[in-house]
Antibody, heavy 122, light 106 residues
Framework: EVQLVESGGDLVQPGRSLRLSCVAS????????MHWVRQTPEKGLEWVSG????????YHAKSVKGRFTISRDNAKNSLYLQMNSLRAEDTALYFC???????????????WGQGTQVTVSS | DIQMTQSPSTLSASVGDRVTITCRAS??????VAWYQQKPGTAPKLLIY???SLESGVPSRFSGSGSGTEFTLTISSLQPDDFATYYC????????FGQGTKLEIK
């Protein structure tokens, strides 16, 4: 059974940094691209970042480009999201999600974790 | 950016009803649409991909159709477990989601 477990969410002040982690199990992690998607009651679901199976290609939404960095460690079956220069509008529940493909591309998200809450507030 | 507009925002229905949720894209996205179900406090669950392909393990009362700019998710006979929020997602460009349809018990 596919399991994705996120962690690292917290209450942080604007301008600070946070690193989210997602540990995967139940599948061959380095066979698949992975993504981060966030959700708020006001804006709904928003794709944040995606990374190819080998970590060599990464993609970020315009809203986070230059501030967030997605990465992965296939030896640890782990996905990360380094979040810098956080803003109030980054407050959301962050999910990691599994792609059915090796590469980031036109596809759906097969499995999702339960999410980790990030709150940016002074 | 492609906008996905779902309707209705809220839908009240009874067990056994047939319900349809619509998603309209701001430009053609061919058949690159997925549908998800989400219950409070849980992760979204994939139901349908590529507009009409049923994800493994999803009951056959769920079906999807459409292409181009208009797509529908149909539940043929509502079961108590189906009351949830449903989202469409396009993946023709990168990825964007509809705002959700909350399916409530009438």
């Amino acid at each position: 059974e596919v399991q994705l477990v996120e962690s690292g969410g917290d209450l942080v002040q604007p301008g600070r940094s946070l690193r989210l982690s997602c540990v995967a199990s139940g599948f061959t992690f380095d066979d698949y691209a992975m993504h981060w998607v966030r959700q708020t009651p006001e804006k709904g679901l928003e794709w944040v970042s995606g990374i190819n199976w080998n970590g060599h290609s990464v993609y970020h939404a315009k809203s986070v480009k230059g501030r967030f960095t997605i990465s992965r460690d296939n030896a640890k079956n782990s996905l990360y999201l380094q979040m810098n220069s956080l803003r109030a509008e980054d407050t959301a529940l962050y999910f990691c999600a599994k792609s059915p493909l090796e590469m980031v591309g036109p596809t759906h998200f097969v499995s999702w974790g339960q999410g980790t809450q990030v709150t940016v507030s002074s | 950016d492609i906008q996905m507009t779902q309707s209705p925002s809220t839908l009240s229905a009874s067990v056994g009803d047939r319900v349809t949720i619509t998603c309209r894209a701001s430009q053609s996205i061919r058949s690159w649409v997925a549908w998800y179900q989400q219950k409070p406090g849980t992760a979204p669950k994939l139901l349908i991909y590529k507009a009409s392909s049923l994800e493994s393990g999803v009951p056959s009362r769920f079906s999807g159709s459409g292409s181009g700019t208009e797509f529908t998710l149909t539940i043929s006979s509502l079961q108590p477990d189906d009351f949830a929020t449903y989202y469409c997602q396009e993946y023709n460009s990168f990825y964007s989601f509809g705002q959700g349809t909350k399916l409530e018990i009438k």
